[in-house]
Each structure stands twice: as structure tokens, then as C-alpha cells.
């Protein structure tokens, strides 16, 4: 299947963009190879587009962000009328399945997005879960890492912790700093992969995660989400 | 770090983790085999048990109530209670699941369709009750009886027994945000109506139903209601299977005698799933065909000793099947899908109930409540047994007659606490 092709390319390319020692994660280096052959590849071909409901979840919340050139951003101008894909990830996440994958994933997207001509209609947004290690010079890096391109996906960080909270709340994104047996903090974070589907006016109408990170799953709920008329009925009148 | 697989693999799927474990052959842990695949896993040593306890009127508060049992062998608490967060009043507690996230339990009341949210990360030793949705029957349309808490990523999708409109057993499933916002509900269809347990194959994109019976039905004494012909006729006899993403019914298959609890295999290009029926004493197989569509097949005659709870070793090699009427856990080779073979049984007590199983396949927790109604007076506990040199060997056994009638069981970790930052 097709898919499951593109999953094995993901995992591939993740280890090179990132240069991550294997070791360093995993003590098996074969493990992502019989993962791709089929653990966890899906292996399905995905409902087409405008035959199934994606139902509203919740309301994101704008948030005033810093993008990759340190300029400020509020996200409702960069999202207003595009259907946006919003991760959240950090830069020094060394777990392969998960923020390096959604950065392959995202990739492979916004490419099928150029492919299927849906650039002008839809929009990228990852934003950092590590407001100290995560500068814009960090993330115009990780940006060049994964092809962003400027136009199409735009890597943000918070001005303060306070700020990045708001946005994890509203968005319902778990994160727990890890700690070493001495209580010291170890510069990394459990958090569970979430990608959020936000349609034209905000509204949160699909959740991904590691397993459902699918780019033809997610280029068709953007169809799905472009195609529907009632896509600006608001939560409070359903 | 601690030794779980959590903290070490804080992100990922259910599949990927069986397969690290399988790889490395690692020491790993609850029914862990049975929960979402958008779930983390604890594969290590479970510090607790959290039981999703019915309350009983004369006993503590009277209260229905989840209580922690410290089930971590190197804890000088092991097998004992040690929290119990009561909810205000009895509402046939149930089934319970936790968020994608694992921060949040959700527990269902069968009687009155509350749905309890605990907060399991801030002391995962002591979880804190932070919401009640009371408004479950309002919300979807007349769905009753919540039943399976299922975590979809930023969601709960949840199966109900009943309705509002007849109390039968026609039902659908809800979705509702992490947060406890409704969603959507999506009814059974017509020619399937009945509702019990759900389970996701993300790897093929199905999704499997099973089939109980209504509120009239589930909520009237045991001993009355196998006497009424016409009411035992209203149990569900079949398994949906859906395309899961579009939420869609694809295919009914036939399979008589309420279908409880579905549990896919774990590993790669094993696509099949089990179920076992309470009335007609099947275990059944569920797997897909040359063709791509699916099929239902006995496999074994369990004989007549109601099974209720099954659970998948998480390599695919064994089968629990606990019964209640004759109280044992019955161990199956299932390593050729179709042709199970009885392993190993023991006698736990009593009406045993629901069996949880720990990741790495090693440990097992029995209790033994189903439904107030339906429970015969006597004991309440719940029992740890481990494989030891090819036996399973009871570690200990929880009194719960000081609390209540112990039914669900989920696992937690001190791994998983969020230290407020």
C-alpha cells in the first residue's frame, strides 16, 4: 500500500534530517525497520474526501506567537480563512515516532498540498513545546531540516511560558517536564503527539497522532473540511 | 528515570510498544493488551490498580467510589488499599477508561448515565474527582448507559448499552472532547442495534461493536429475568464492523449470544480479533478473508459458565477467559487463531468477573462484581496472580468488603505524574 510505503520513508529520512545516534534511543537499531514492515503502518486506503463528517471538537484560541524570524504573529491572521494542520513539537525531541515523525509527515503534506494544488487553502503551523531551548534561530534550523517552506508551514515559538500554557490549554495538549532520579529536569518532555485539523474560523475538527499521521488521511479531511458549507456554524448554536 | 517503557517511550502507540518488547525482551506490565492503540502504555511494573468500585448501602459511605490498590511488589503497601476517591451517590458503576493522554479517567454509571472524570496525573496514588456530565442522555439524543471509555486522540469515544426512549437495547455510541464537550452521537443501525464494547484497529482502519442488552434488561434481578422468556430474547447477537475514520458500519455479522468484550490481536499482519458470548458460551473469532470483508467463526465451547471478561497476551499466544458462574480463569493457546487449546485453569472465586492483564503478559487481576442486580451476595475482592515456572500463581487478594462490589480495573503509574511546573 501506498501508505504504508510512505510511513517507512518518514522513519528513514527522520534518522538522517536528524542525525540522532540510534543508540542514544533505542538499543535496537532493527526496530524501526520491522516497525515500518507493518506494527504499526497503515495499511488502509482512506475514505474519500466529502463522504464523512468531521464534526466540531473544540474552539483553538488565537495566540500572539514569535515565528522563525523573531517577528510576532498572532496565529488567527497566519490560519483566517485556510484550514490549518497545528502540531506541537520541540526541536530537541530525541523520540523518533514521535515530534521527528510529524515533522516527515508534515513534510510529505505540504507537499501533496503543492501537489493537489491546495496551498493557497491550507497552512502549516508547528509550534514549540520548549520556550527555553527553542529560540527562531533554532526553529528557522529545524525549519530548513524539514523543507519547510516559509509561505505554507511556519515554525512558532511562545514569548513566555505563560503564553505557550494558553496555547497548550486551548489546544488541550498534554506536556510534563521529565525529571531524572535526582529531580533534576532533563530538557525533555512527555507529551502525547497531537496534530489538530482547525478549520476557516477556528474550530478544531480532527485529531491526529502517532499511528493516524497519515498525509492522504489529512489531505482528504481538508477536502472534506473546504467542502463543507457548515463549516462556520459556531459551538454555541449546534 | 523510572523502569517503566513509559518514561522511556512517552509517546508512542500501542503497536510500536509491543514491538519494542517483543525485540528486546524486556521485563515489561495492565489490561494494558486491551487499550487504545492512541494510548501510551505502562509496560513496566503498574504501581496501582484503580477499581471502579460499586458502592454498597451500609458499607463506608455507601457511595460508588475508585479505589487505588498498591500492586507494586517492592511497595510495603502491596495488595492493599490505599485511596479511595468516592463519588456522591450509587450509579451501577461499570467500565472506566482513561483520556489519550492518560491525565484523565472517565467512569461510567450504567443506572443514571453519569460519567465521573478523575484526575490521575496530578497524585496518580490519590485520583481527584474534577468533573461530573450529568447530562449524557441530553446530550446524545437519548443514548443510556455508558458503557466503554475508548481514547481517541483529543477524544472519548464512548459505547452505551440502552436508550432513553424504550430502556431496550437499541443504543449507539458518543464522542465527546477531552474536556467533556459532546460531539456527536452515532446510532447503531437498524438491522444492529445493540451496544457493549468498542475496539480500533488503526493499522486497517476497522472498528469492531459487540452486543449486550437494554436497561430493562441489565438493571432487573438475575434470577427474574432468566425466568422471562421474552426478556432474554432481547440480548444483541451481532459485531459491527465499521470503516473507523468515516465512522460508517460496513458489515453485521451474525453472532448469537451478546457478544461482550472485543480484543484485537497485537501483532503485525494478525488481523483478527475475539469476543466471547455470555449466553450462548462461544469463543469466537473475528478475522478478515482473502477478500478483504470480515467473518465471525466459533471456535471453542466455553460450556455454560456465562465467560464475561477476556484478555490477549501480548504476543498473541494466550487467551484468559473468565467465568462467572463457576468462577475460574481458563487459559487458551490461541497460538493457531482457530483452533484454541485449553492450557491451563484455576479457581479464583466466586462470580470472578473482569481480568486485566499487565503488558508484558506476566501479571493478572481478577475481580469479582458484574452488575448489582445480577451479583450473588458474598465476597468482594480482587486477586493478583502471576505466571511462575509455567503456573499461575496467586499473590494476593484484596478485600473489598469494606468498600464496595470491585469491577473495572485500569493501571497506573508514579511515572506518570505531572509535577506542576
New interface residues.
Given amino acids: 500500500m501506498r501508505q504504508f510505503v510512505l510511513v517507512g520513508a518518514w522513519v528513514a529520512a527522520a534518522f538522517l534530517a536528524l542525525n540522532i545516534d540510534p543508540a542514544a534511543a533505542?538499543?535496537?537499531p532493527?526496530?524501526e525497520e520491522?516497525?515500518t514492515?507493518?506494527?504499526?503502518?497503515?495499511?488502509?486506503i482512506?475514505?474519500a474526501a466529502g463522504?464523512?463528517?468531521l464534526?466540531?471538537?473544540?474552539r483553538a484560541q488565537p495566540v500572539v506567537l514569535l515565528d522563525a524570524t523573531g517577528r510576532r504573529i498572532n496565529t488567527a491572521s497566519l490560519m483566517d480563512g485556510k484550514v490549518a494542520i497545528v502540531s506541537f513539537i520541540y526541536t530537541a525531541c530525541s523520540?523518533r515516532?514521535?515530534c521527528p515523525l510529524a515533522g516527515i509527515a508534515l513534510r510529505e503534506l505540504q507537499a501533496q498540498l503543492r501537489r493537489e494544488g491546495l496551498q493557497d487553502q491550507a497552512v502549516l503551523l508547528s509550534i514549540s513545546l520548549d520556550v527555553e531551548h527553542d529560540t527562531p534561530k533554532q526553529l528557522a534550523k529545524y525549519g530548513r531540516v524539514f523543507g519547510a517552506e516559509p509561505s505554507l508551514w511556519h515554525l512558532l515559538t511562545a514569548p513566555s511560558?505563560q503564553v505557550l500554557k494558553a496555547a497548550l490549554e486551548s489546544y488541550?495538549q498534554?506536556r510534563?517536564?521529565?525529571?531524572?532520579?535526582d529531580g533534576r529536569f532533563t530538557g525533555r518532555y512527555?507529551?502525547?503527539?497531537?496534530v489538530?485539523l482547525v478549520d476557516q474560523v477556528g474550530q478544531?475538527r480532527n485529531?491526529?497522532?502517532?499511528?493516524?499521521l497519515v498525509p492522504q488521511?489529512i489531505v482528504n479531511d481538508i477536502k472534506t473540511v473546504l467542502a463543507d458549507k457548515t463549516a462556520d456554524r459556531s459551538?454555541s448554536n449546534r | 528515570?523510572r523502569h517503566t517503557a513509559f518514561?522511556t517511550?512517552?509517546?508512542?502507540?500501542?503497536?510500536?510498544l509491543?514491538?519494542?518488547l517483543l525485540?528486546?525482551a524486556a521485563p515489561a506490565a495492565a489490561d494494558e493488551t486491551c487499550q487504545s492503540?492512541?494510548l501510551?502504555k505502562i509496560t513496566g511494573q503498574e504501581d496501582y490498580v484503580y477499581v471502579w468500585t460499586l458502592g454498597i448501602e451500609g458499607v463506608a459511605d455507601g457511595n460508588d467510589s475508585l479505589v487505588t490498590v498498591d500492586v507494586n511488589p517492592t511497595s510495603k503497601r502491596y495488595g492493599q488499599i490505599i485511596h479511595r476517591t468516592p463519588v456522591p451517590g450509587r450509579h451501577e458503576a461499570h467500565h472506566a477508561g482513561f483520556t489519550?493522554?492518560?491525565?484523565h479517567l472517565w467512569a461510567g454509571g450504567l443506572d443514571d448515565s453519569h460519567i465521573f472524570i478523575f484526575d490521575v496525573?496530578s497524585n496518580p496514588a490519590r485520583p481527584k474527582l474534577v468533573k461530573t456530565i450529568t447530562s449524557f442522555v441530553k446530550d446524545t439524543g437519548g443514548l443510556v448507559g455508558p458503557h466503554t471509555f475508548y481514547a481517541?486522540?483529543?477524544?472519548m469515544l464512548i459505547t452505551a448499552l440502552s436508550n432513553a426512549t424504550d430502556s431496550s437495547g437499541r443504543t449507539g455510541l458518543a464522542?465527546y472532547?477531552?474536556?467533556g464537550?459532546f460531539?456527536?452521537t452515532i446510532w447503531m443501525p437498524k438491522e444492529a442495534p445493540y451496544g457493549y464494547d468498542v475496539r480500533v484497529n488503526?493499522?486497517?482502519?476497522?472498528m469492531l461493536t459487540s452486543t449486550f442488552t437494554g436497561k430493562n434488561n441489565y438493571m432487573r434481578p438475575l434470577g427474574e429475568l432468566v425466568k422471562d422468556t421474552e426478556a432474554m430474547k432481547a440480548f444483541g447477537d451481532t459485531v459491527v464492523v465499521w470503516?473507523f475514520?468515516?465512522?460508517?458500519p460496513l458489515q453485521v455479522l451474525q453472532v448469537p449470544g451478546a457478544p461482550l468484550e472485543l480484543r484485537w490481536a497485537l501483532q503485525?499482519?494478525h488481523y483478527y480479533a475475539f469476543t466471547s458470548t455470555a449466553l450462548a458460551h462461544q469463543l469466537t473469532l473475528i478475522y478478515q478473508q482473502g477478500d478483504g470483508t470480515w467473518a465471525a467463526k466459533s471456535i471453542a465451547d466455553l460450556g455454560d459458565t456465562l465467560p464475561v471478561d477476556i484478555s490477549i497476551a501480548p504476543d498473541d499466544s494466550k487467551l484468559y477467559v473468565a467465568s462467572f458462574m463457576d468462577g475460574r480463569l481458563r487459559v487458551y493457546d490461541i497460538s493457531d487463531p482457530f483452533k484454541p487449546k485449553l492450557i491451563e485453569q484455576v479457581k479464583v472465586g466466586e462470580s470472578a468477573n473482569m481480568v486485566s492483564e499487565s503488558w508484558d503478559g506476566a501479571r493478572l487481576y481478577v475481580t469479582n462484581s458484574l452488575l448489582s442486580k445480577w451479583d450473588k451476595p458474598g465476597d468482594y475482592w480482587l486477586k493478583a496472580y502471576a505466571w511462575e515456572n509455567g503456573k499461575l500463581v496467586h499473590k494476593f487478594t484484596t478485600d473489598f468488603n469494606s468498600v464496595g462490589r470491585a469491577h473495572l480495573m485500569n493501571f497506573g503509574s508514579k511515572a506518570l505524574r505531572?509535577?506542576p511546573?
Fill in positions: 533505542h538499543p535496537i532493527e526496530l520491522t516497525y514492515q507493518g506494527v504499526f503502518s497503515p495499511n488502509f482512506p475514505p463522504t464523512y463528517d464534526p466540531v471538537i473544540a523520540d515516532l514521535g511560558q488541550g498534554d510534563a517536564r521529565v525529571y531524572d532520579e512527555r507529551h502525547v503527539l497531537k489538530f478544531v485529531i491526529y497522532s502517532t499511528g493516524s488521511v459551538l | 528515570m518514561s517511550y512517552p509517546k508512542r502507540g500501542f503497536w510500536i509491543a514491538t519494542i525485540l528486546m492503540p492512541f501510551p489519550d493522554d492518560r491525565r496525573a481517541l486522540p483529543g477524544r464522542e472532547s477531552n474536556e464537550r460531539i456527536r488503526i493499522n486497517l482502519n476497522r470503516d475514520h468515516a465512522r460508517k503485525p499482519n505531572a509535577k511546573e
